[in-house]
């Protein structure tokens, strides 16, 4: 299957602080790619689509601007959390499709904010 | 509103020991429906991509099936490495495959 890639794979961060997380596809070009969110115990929850070439869109609850998105070319797409909080610690996942209907997805950034 | 539920919540078999995994969803005009598997601290791996009822497939041990209101993962004759969580999902919307929406999984533990 496709590799999907996230850096870094884990984080931790001070309360206020920003974190930019990597998602790239190595393998395959993605015009489109997502970000999901997994608290503990959770399943995945789809944030935001990240578009090459044009704005990012955000599902219904999900703060834009505090959760910053570039898709800087076909095979990257960042993930900036703004003034990060205690509640923002979670699990962020990546996926993208690489030409079928299924997405592939990253390993996974673990991030905790103190 | 669009749901999928998993069940059960979690699952202990003894290796050898065959099961289901059940994932019901009330989407209308469902287009696809995918089987994915998750190891701990992990991204989800994929495993299968099921389109229309009837439709079956099938790779080592893992056997997914889907019906009109529901699709089934058969576990046969689980080993200690299948131990994982699956997760069920479906595309949310009609403009993209990658908007998905999970099910909470099952929680599949196999002990030797």
């Known amino acids: 299957g496709a590799v999907v890639s996230q850096h870094p794979s884990r984080v931790i961060c001070k309360s206020g602080t920003s974190v930019k997380i990597e998602c790239r596809s190595l393998?395959?070009?993605?015009?489109?790619m997502f970000w999901y969110r997994q608290f503990p115990k959770q399943s995945l929850m789809l944030m935001a689509t990240s578009n090459e070439g044009s704005k990012a869109t955000y599902e219904q609850g999900v703060e834009k601007d505090k959760f910053l998105i570039n898709h800087a070319s076909l095979t990257l797409s960042t993930l900036t959390v703004t003034s990060a909080h205690p509640e923002d610690s979670s699990f962020y996942i990546c996926?993208?499709?690489?030409?079928?209907?299924?997405?592939?997805f990253g390993p996974g950034t673990r991030l905790t904010v103190t | 509103e669009d749901q999928v539920t998993q069940s059960p919540e979690a699952l202990r078999l003894q290796e050898g020991e065959s099961s289901s995994l059940n994932c019901s969803y009330t989407?209308?005009?469902?287009?696809?429906l995918f089987w994915y598997r998750q190891d701990p601290g992990k991204g989800p791996e994929f495993l299968f991509t099921?389109?229309?009822a009837g439709e079956e497939k099938e790779k080592e041990r893992l056997k997914a099936t889907l019906t009109k209101k529901e699709s089934f993962l058969h576990i046969t004759a689980p080993k200690p490495e299948d131990s994982a969580t699956y997760l069920c999902?479906?595309?949310?919307?009609?403009?993209?495959?990658?908007?998905?929406?999970f099910g909470a999984g099952t929680q599949v533990v196999v002990t030797p």
């Open positions: 393998d395959f070009q993605a015009t489109t």
């Open positions: 989407v209308s005009g469902l287009r696809g």
């Open positions: 999902a479906v595309p949310g919307t009609t403009d993209s495959w990658g908007k998905l929406q």
């Open positions: 099921l389109y229309s």
């Open positions: 996926s993208a499709p690489s030409g079928g209907d299924e997405q592939y």
